[in-house]
């Protein structure tokens, strides 16, 4: 049998607490602004995922591009100086075992993820985890605001062309996010929808193939 080829979403699938890193970053900055508001950790989930434009229009409606621009480059100069990133990150229970399985028995493990490809690199090498992955696949979906992109063509097109002419005896795509099925169905996949703590009540359009709580789960597959 062919090898099989297992893409994986990162935040929120292979990695715990940015989320929580992102809601304390977004409110460091709006009480530097002297907002006058401070977000949930719900409101920063419900945000997860979008372009850092995104997420400072919707902290301050009545800013300008400029204003939300000078947001985003204090909430890099916030991470670079406190590490707030690690200070919470840690990989999802179980990831480092799983993907190490695979990759100790012939198959490929590839990380697609929104964030630009160095920064995935980043990402994945601060949990432990980047040995076992063969390829990173960086999108840079959060340098646009999310209503001038398509996201899940957007994967699509990633994961189609990242194929091309390889061919594996089956692939999985493994995600938190609806776009993640989308896109695997797209091109054949199997799908799993990653249940974390977040997103475990959202109603989905477009069902998996499977639903996991525990990334052991993915192991049947080989």
Known sequence: MKPALFVWDFHGTLEQGNVQ??????NHVAAERNLQ???SLEQTVQWYGLSWIDYFRYLDPRGTLETWNAMKQRAFEIQEHDHVIERYIKPTAYAEEVLRTIAERGHTNIIMSNTRNDQIRWFARMVG???YI???IGLDAHSEPREHTDIMRVKE???RAYIGGRHYGKIIKIGDRESDIEAGKAVGAATYYYCN???KHHALKVQPD???SD???ILKEI
């Open 157 to 159: 097109h990633a994961l």
């Open 215 to 217: 990334l052991r789960d």
């Open 21 to 26: 890193a992102l809601h304390e970053i977004l």
């Open 197 to 199: 703590q977040f997103n």
């Open 210 to 212: 499977h639903f996991c």
């Open 37 to 39: 508001r401070q977000i």
């Open 134 to 136: 063969k390829d990173f």
């Open 129 to 131: 985890l980047d040995s």
